[in-house]
């Protein structure tokens, strides 16, 4: 069974940076899909971003710019460059991956990490 791993999350002050890892147990990494996604308190979860086995990106409007993510499969990770943070970026982060596609609705991603708390200060 697959498992998730992330780390990198912490307290930075509005303006600042954090990079987020997740790591993934198996083989086939290099043929999934890897996700991020976000969940404040009191809130749903949402899609953050996306890459495709293949490399190809995608982003939610509200971090579109600002964050970046990657892959690096001799790693078997996943990254997430969290770049000129705001106050409504804190949440819990969780990477999600598939064989396939990772959908922007959590709720048809079934391999989920445990997260990563980021807090953004003002």
């Known amino acids: 069974q697959v498992q998730l791993l992330e780390s990198g999350g912490g307290l930075v002050q509005a303006g600042g940076s954090l990079r987020l890892s997740c790591t993934s147990s198996?083989?086939?990494?290099?043929?999934?899909?890897m996700g991020w996604f976000r969940q404040a308190p009191g809130k749903e979860r949402e899609f953050v971003a996306t890459i495709s086995w293949t490399g190809v990106t995608y982003y939610a409007d509200s971090v579109k710019g600002r964050f970046t993510i990657s892959r690096d499969n001799a790693k078997n990770t996943s990254y997430l460059q969290m770049n000129s943070l705001k106050p409504e970026d804190t949440a819990v982060y969780y990477c999600s991956r598939s064989g396939n596609y990772i959908y922007t609705d959590p709720a048809r991603n079934d391999v989920w990490g445990q997260g990563t708390q980021v807090t953004v200060s003002s």
């Open positions: 198996g083989r086939t990494f290099s043929s999934s899909a």
